[in-house]
């Protein structure tokens, strides 16, 4: 490196300290002009003229139907919020807003120490929500002797159709600490807490606007400053339909059960019912813990989502399985004869069918007919049921469907293995006899079922259920639509499929079949019935009278000869399927074809 | 001749001044970043900064500073690989990419280009000297040197390690020695071209238009901050509210309503000078201005009695980029310069530029002990 002398460089020193003093002096003047020249001025404006930035919370995303009519809105209401900070005398603030407003003093501190820990500075505390305008006017009128009192404008939830749907539509909730501290909601919002309004809570919150107002040492607004909109909540469009929806909560009325229809050419879901249900509108309030506690310690647990969190053995609607995996297999022909003395015999073991006289001598097709037990524990036999299990798997049952909601249960598909960990005893063929007919440790929910039948109905493609069609951005309209995901395509062999659907029409129409119930004028319906035994168990809610009965299934598709629509149905200690839960499809069936006559998809 | 004992030559008077300048910075974060839930971790965390920013200072006093100026290229590259790595996987924070995560850490490149920049700028003219002062045609390399930063922050983008590239690297090179004619060139060059920027509406409509809208508000809103005093001109006006109600004798510690009620945005961080003018007033302010000037001219007596080029042009080049830290964020607060996020060197909040801060320093102090050997 060669290296210079370097008095040239030291010669222009004084140019750099020379900036660097200047820099001093700039900054000198300038700071005795703030501080000294101005001082007063500015000080005052820290101290009296405070610059207060306020939330303009947005307006959640509406949810709509699937052909646009609103299920779920929002309700401008008014709360009124306290800022102690801007109250220079708190206590006569509280006592005075308390005796205007009809609250006495003692909730009201109450309500801000409950907010102290996690508001920040200047954030207000609601003291008394969803007020009448008498209230507004009183507080807006007498703003001059409650400093740091404020009328809020909050955009409410409003469920119009009370428990229509709640289960899959969710609620809302003040934020939790928990997730104030995750995602740095603001107090006060609200968040979805179940079922849609939480998968989706990140497109229909929106987020905070703020409106700038200048406040004056009273903590009185002396000055609009400027604002910022809120931006709203994305707008859902759902693929249920109301009027579908409509029907069959009604169809199932006051049972304890799950109706799920859905369209089998795209998996949109068209109706998702669970029963008993809960009203959603107790929610957005904050719930009361005497309405927490009722819902909570609920014998039939109203809050729990049959239709995707309850699992149930699958009863004779599982024959549908059993034959299907029979008769691809090639072991079973469909003209092969079995005859049923209304029992069949294996070692010591007694197996019963349900008609105890017995059907006499049948094929497959008269055996899913009549749902004679004794056919299919013969076939069951012959195929083995661990081919049966693996069928059943690819039919999507005993595993999660994906439906966008939480909590959703798998349900179970027994192995001989399985039982072995579990029970720690070998597979009997007792084990086989029972699983062929559904009934055993086989556990599918209703919307597996239906998402079953509904691959029957399509020739056996199988999409995530949906529940989302569209969404629509409230500020630019667009429009998003979400396409129909496919999952999987399972071949079924054409011959065998035709023999099942043959079958399954003949359920609903001929002589001796179960699901006679389930007929309507609009369609030729195709289904199966099916009845899940209840084995008793121990727990409180052994006082319940129906307890005992049994559970009451059918799945089913309509037209049959282009199904556009499939339903499982379950009633909890219904009886017998075709009697409680055919007529209930029936229900579902005709309202869809009465109103697909006269609404379009949008 | 032999070698002086380490500890005889070191300026034990500047380390003072380093020490309380960062005393009253820590204690400024404290207030700033202290709540009703208590003090902040972002204390703790700046106290374990400056912690290991003073152990590396001390460290930089080991080495031969030729050393270093050996590797100031090689920091070059290094910082402009980290640049393009914050283009390409950057963490992106308040709008811009400045960001590189590094395990839990989050390091911020631009801060280390600045400094590699100016020791490259002095390694470049102490190596090649052209008595008689540098032509136009000289400076192709060291502009080259400037530009691809440049450039590169320009696109993350960060306006205020632009400005600051730019300033540094113009008194760095007038002090390496340009000859009148070439200053003289350069002015009416940049004059031309500053007009023509403002007066010729296509050209700056172009420049204008190729800005984000939030520099171009930020801009609007330092030529005329009344205009916008929610948006963009909101930190700027809370700031001078913040300096100028600390009146002479300041508000107290902690008592800073504009800054504990937090009105004041980014007041641990860009703001702290805000903070600190708020609850000490002019006296605690002012005082904390001339320890900032003792220290710069410390750093300018180092250039002075460096008894090479590079010592001196390596000392000249700290102590530039350290002054325009300083003038450029202390203008921030007061309203004299844009807001452009450029923290105030040991006071600001921040891991990196407080390391880059006490590297710089380190060296310093390494040039002004060595003043008096003649061997290396």
Same mark, same amino acid.
């Given at each position: 490196?060669?290296?210079?002398?370097?008095?040239?460089?030291?010669?222009?020193?004084?140019?750099?300290?020379?900036?660097?003093?200047?820099?001093?002096?700039?900054?000198?003047? +300038?700071?005795?002009?703030?501080?000294?020249?101005?001082?007063?001025?500015?000080?005052?404006?820290?101290?009296?003229?405070?610059?207060?930035?306020?939330?303009?919370?947005?307006?959640?995303?509406?949810?709509?139907?699937?052909?646009?009519?609103?299920?779920?809105?929002?309700?401008?209401?008014?709360?009124?919020?306290?800022?102690?900070?801007?109250?220079?005398?708190?206590?006569?603030?509280?006592?005075?807003?308390?005796?205007?407003?009809?609250?006495?003093?003692?909730?009201?501190?109450?309500?801000?120490?409950? /907010?102290?820990?996690?508001?920040?500075?200047?954030?207000?505390?609601?003291?008394?929500?969803?007020?009448?305008?008498?209230?507004?006017?009183?507080?807006?009128?007498?703003?001059?002797? &409650?400093?740091?009192?404020?009328?809020?404008?909050?955009?409410?939830?409003?469920?119009?159709?009370?428990?229509?749907?709640?289960?899959?539509?969710?609620?809302?909730?003040?934020?939790?600490?928990?997730?104030?501290?995750?995602?740095?909601?603001?107090?006060?919002?609200?968040?979805?807490?179940?079922?849609?309004?939480?998968?989706?809570?990140?497109?229909?919150?929106?987020?905070?606007?703020?409106?700038?107002?200048?406040?004056?040492?009273?903590?009185?607004?002396?000055?609009?400053?400027?604002?910022?909109?809120?931006?709203?909540?994305?707008?859902?469009?759902?693929?249920?339909?109301?009027?579908?929806?409509?029907?069959?909560?009604? /169809?199932?009325?006051?049972?304890?059960?799950?109706?799920?229809?859905?369209?089998?050419?795209?998996?949109?879901?068209?109706?998702?019912?669970?029963?008993?249900?809960?009203?959603?509108?107790?929610?957005?309030?904050?719930?009361?813990?005497?309405?927490?506690?009722?819902?909570?310690?609920?014998?039939?647990?109203?809050?729990?989502?049959?239709?995707?969190?309850?699992?149930?053995?699958?009863?004779?609607?599982?024959?549908?399985?059993?034959?299907?995996?029979?008769?691809?297999?090639?072991?079973?022909?469909?003209?092969?004869?079995?005859?049923?003395?209304?029992?069949?015999?294996?070692?010591?073991?007694?197996?019963?069918?349900?008609?105890?006289?017995?059907?006499?001598?049948?094929?497959?097709?008269?055996?899913?007919?009549?749902?004679?037990?004794?056919?299919?524990?013969?076939?069951?036999?012959?195929?083995?049921?661990?081919?049966?299990?693996?069928?059943?798997?690819?039919?999507?049952?005993?595993?999660?469907?994906?439906?966008?909601?939480?909590?959703?249960?798998?349900?179970?598909?027994?192995?001989?293995?399985?039982?072995?960990? +579990?029970?720690? /005893?070998?597979?009997?063929?007792?084990?086989?006899?029972?699983?062929?007919?559904?009934?055993?440790?086989?556990?599918?929910?209703?919307?597996?079922?239906?998402?079953?039948?509904?691959?029957?109905?399509?020739?056996?493609?199988?999409?995530?259920?949906?529940?989302?069609?569209?969404?629509?951005?409230?500020?630019?309209?667009?429009?998003?639509?979400?396409?129909?995901?496919?999952?999987?395509?399972?071949?079924?062999?054409?011959?065998?499929?035709?023999?099942?659907?043959?079958?399954?029409?003949?359920?609903?129409?001929?002589?001796?079949?179960?699901?006679?119930?389930?007929?309507?004028?609009?369609?030729?319906?195709?289904?199966?019935?099916?009845?899940?035994?209840?084995?008793?168990?121990?727990?409180?809610?052994?006082?319940?009278?129906?307890?005992?009965?049994?559970?009451?299934?059918?799945?089913?598709?309509?037209?049959?000869?282009?199904?556009?629509?499939?339903?499982?149905?379950?009633?909890?200690?219904?009886?017998?399927?075709?009697?409680?839960?055919?007529?209930?499809?029936?229900?579902?069936? =005709? =309202?869809?074809?009465?109103?697909?006559?006269?609404?379009?998809?949008? | 001749?032999?070698?002086?004992?380490?500890?005889?030559?070191?300026?034990?008077?500047?380390?003072? &001044?380093?020490?309380?300048?960062?005393?009253?910075?820590?204690?400024?974060?404290?207030?700033?970043?202290?709540?009703?839930?208590?003090?902040?971790?972002?204390?703790?965390?700046?106290?374990?900064?400056?912690?290991?920013?003073?152990?590396?200072?001390? /460290?930089?006093?080991?080495?031969?500073?030729?050393?270093?100026?050996?590797?100031?290229?090689?920091?070059?590259?290094?910082?402009?690989?980290?640049?393009?790595?914050?283009?390409?996987?950057?963490?992106?924070?308040?709008?811009?990419? +400045?960001?590189?995560?590094?395990?839990?850490?989050?390091?911020?490149?631009?801060?280390?280009?600045?400094?590699?920049?100016? &020791?490259?700028?002095? +390694?470049?003219?102490?190596?090649?000297?052209?008595?008689?002062?540098?032509?136009?045609?000289?400076?192709?390399?060291?502009?080259?040197?400037?530009?691809?930063?440049?450039?590169?922050?320009?696109?993350?983008?960060?306006?205020?390690?632009?400005?600051?590239?730019?300033?540094?690297?113009?008194?760095?090179?007038?002090?390496?020695?340009?000859?009148?004619?070439?200053?003289?060139?350069?002015?009416?060059?940049?004059?031309?071209?500053?007009?023509?920027?403002?007066?010729?509406?296509?050209?700056?409509?172009?420049?204008?238009?190729?800005?984000?809208?939030?520099?171009?508000?930020?801009?609007?809103?330092?030529?005329?901050?009344?205009?916008?005093?929610?948006?963009?001109?909101?930190?700027?006006?809370?700031?001078?509210?913040?300096?100028?109600?600390?009146?002479?004798?300041?508000?107290?510690?902690?008592?800073?309503?504009?800054?504990?009620?937090?009105?004041?945005?980014?007041?641990?961080?860009?703001?702290?000078?805000?903070?600190?003018?708020?609850?000490?007033?002019?006296?605690?302010?002012?005082?904390?201005?001339?320890?900032?000037?003792?220290?710069?001219?410390?750093?300018?007596?180092?250039?002075?009695?460096?008894?090479?080029?590079?010592?001196?042009?390596?000392?000249?080049?700290?102590?530039? &980029?350290?002054?325009?830290?300083?003038?450029?964020?202390?203008?921030?607060?007061?309203?004299?310069?844009?807001?452009?996020?450029?923290?105030?060197?040991?006071?600001?909040?921040?891991?990196?530029?407080?390391?880059?801060?006490?590297?710089?320093?380190?060296?310093?102090?390494?040039?002004?002990?060595?003043?008096?050997?003649?061997?290396?």
């Amino acid at each position: 490196m060669q290296d210079t002398s370097p008095a040239d460089i030291q010669k222009r020193l004084p140019f750099l300290a020379g900036l660097v003093i200047f820099f001093v002096v700039v900054l000198f003047v +300038r700071l005795w002009f703030l501080q000294v020249v101005n001082g007063a001025y500015y000080y005052d404006l820290a101290e009296n003229n405070q610059i207060r930035p306020i939330k303009i919370r947005p307006p959640r995303g509406v949810i709509y139907d699937r052909h646009g009519r609103p299920i779920v809105e929002n309700v401008l209401t008014f709360d009124i919020s306290l800022v102690p900070e801007d109250a220079p005398d708190l206590e006569e603030t509280i006592r005075r807003l308390g005796a205007l407003v009809r609250i006495d003093a003692r909730s009201i501190r109450q309500a801000l120490a409950d /907010a102290a820990p996690i508001r920040m500075k200047y954030e207000p505390v609601k003291i008394k929500e969803e007020v009448g305008w008498e209230d507004v006017a009183r507080v807006e009128a007498h703003q001059d002797s &409650l400093p740091g009192v404020i009328v809020e404008p909050e955009h409410r939830r409003h469920y119009p159709y009370g428990g229509l749907a709640s289960h899959q539509l969710g609620y809302v909730g003040k934020v939790t600490q928990e997730q104030r501290k995750k995602d740095q909601t603001e107090l006060g919002l609200l968040t979805g807490q179940g079922g849609l309004e939480k998968t989706y809570d990140a497109l229909l919150r929106g987020a905070s606007g703020r409106r700038m107002i200048q406040i004056n040492s009273s903590g009185r607004k002396v000055k609009d400053l400027g604002i910022e909109d809120p931006k709203p909540g994305t707008d859902l469009y759902l693929t249920i339909d109301l009027n579908v929806q409509l029907a069959a909560e009604e /169809a199932l009325g006051t049972r304890a059960g799950a109706v799920v229809a859905m369209d089998p050419n795209t998996g949109e879901i068209l109706a998702l019912v669970s029963h008993p249900t809960f009203d959603p509108n107790l929610f957005p309030r904050g719930i009361s813990p005497k309405d927490w506690n009722s819902l909570m310690n609920h014998p039939s647990h109203p809050l729990y989502n049959r239709a995707i969190q309850s699992v149930y053995p699958p009863g004779s609607t599982f024959k549908i399985v059993t034959g299907l995996a029979a008769l691809e297999s090639g072991i079973v022909k469909p003209d092969d004869k079995v005859t049923c003395k209304g029992f069949i015999r294996h070692g010591k073991h007694t197996f019963r069918c349900w008609k105890r006289a017995g059907h006499g001598t049948l094929s497959f097709h008269r055996g899913l007919v009549e749902s004679c037990d004794v056919y299919f524990y013969t076939i069951g036999e012959r195929v083995g049921f661990e081919a049966v299990a693996n069928y059943a798997k690819n039919l999507g049952l005993g595993t999660l469907t994906g439906v966008p909601l939480m909590d959703e249960k798998a349900g179970l598909i027994p192995t001989a293995e399985w039982k072995l960990k +579990r029970t720690k /005893a070998p597979w009997y063929v007792g084990d086989t006899y029972i699983s062929s007919i559904g009934q055993g440790f086989l556990q599918v929910s209703p919307i597996q079922s239906a998402q079953m039948i509904g691959a029957v109905a399509n020739g056996g493609f199988y999409y995530t259920p949906k529940l989302l069609k569209s969404t629509r951005n409230r500020v630019t309209g667009s429009v998003k639509e979400f396409p129909p995901e496919k999952k999987a395509r399972f071949l079924f062999n054409p011959k065998v499929l035709e023999e099942m659907r043959s079958a399954l029409i003949g359920v609903t129409s001929e002589p001796g079949g179960t699901g006679w119930g389930s007929r309507t004028e609009f369609a030729t319906v195709a289904g199966k019935t099916g009845t899940a035994q209840v084995v008793e168990q121990k727990d409180a809610s052994r006082k319940y009278a129906g307890k005992l009965d049994d559970h009451a299934w059918f799945v089913a598709y309509a037209p049959a000869e282009h199904p556009q629509i499939a339903v499982a149905v379950i009633v909890e200690h219904g009886g017998h399927g075709g009697a409680a839960a055919a007529p209930v499809a029936k229900k579902v069936f =005709e =309202e869809y074809f009465r109103s697909a006559g006269t609404k379009t998809d949008q | 001749m032999q070698e002086q004992k380490l500890t005889s030559n070191i300026p034990w008077g500047m380390i003072g &001044l380093i020490a309380v300048i960062s005393l009253i910075g820590l204690l400024g974060v404290y207030s700033a970043t202290y709540s009703s839930r208590g003090v902040s971790s972002i204390f703790y965390k700046q106290l374990m900064w400056i912690g290991i920013g003073m152990v590396i200072m001390f /460290a930089m006093l080991i080495p031969n500073y030729h050393t270093i100026g050996r590797y100031a290229y090689t920091l070059y590259w290094i910082s402009v690989a980290m640049l393009l790595l914050v283009m390409l996987i950057g963490r992106t924070g308040m709008g811009a990419q +400045r960001w590189l995560a590094l395990g839990p850490i989050a390091f911020q490149p631009s801060e280390l280009a600045k400094l590699a920049v100016a &020791l490259s700028l002095a +390694r470049f003219f102490s190596s090649n000297p052209r008595p008689g002062g540098y032509r136009l045609t000289d400076l192709g390399w060291p502009a080259a040197m400037v530009a691809l930063p440049l450039v590169m922050v320009l696109k993350q983008p960060d306006l205020g390690t632009a400005m600051m590239l730019l300033i540094t690297s113009s008194i760095i090179v007038i002090v390496a020695g340009l000859r009148v004619r070439s200053i003289i060139i350069i002015a009416i060059a940049g004059i031309t071209l500053a007009s023509s920027v403002f007066l010729i509406p296509p050209v700056k409509n172009t420049l204008w238009g190729s800005l984000k809208p939030y520099q171009q508000k930020r801009i609007k809103a330092f030529i005329d901050p009344a205009s916008d005093s929610l948006g963009s001109g909101y930190h700027a006006n809370q700031s001078r509210i913040a300096v100028g109600s600390g009146r002479v004798t300041g508000k107290g510690f902690g008592q800073g309503t504009q800054s504990q009620l937090a009105f004041l945005p980014e007041r641990h961080t860009d703001f702290i000078f805000a903070v600190i003018a708020e609850e000490r007033g002019l006296i605690g302010a002012g005082f904390l201005i001339m320890l900032y000037l003792a220290l710069l001219l410390y750093g300018i007596e180092a250039a002075k009695n460096a008894k090479d080029r590079l010592g001196a042009l390596m000392a000249s080049g700290v102590v530039s &980029l350290l002054a325009v830290y300083f003038f450029i964020n202390i203008g921030m607060a007061v309203g004299v310069a844009p807001v452009v996020g450029v923290p105030l060197p040991l006071a600001s909040y921040g891991g990196t530029a407080i390391i880059t801060t006490f590297l710089s320093l380190g060296l310093l102090l390494n040039i002004h002990s060595k003043r008096f050997m003649l061997f290396y």
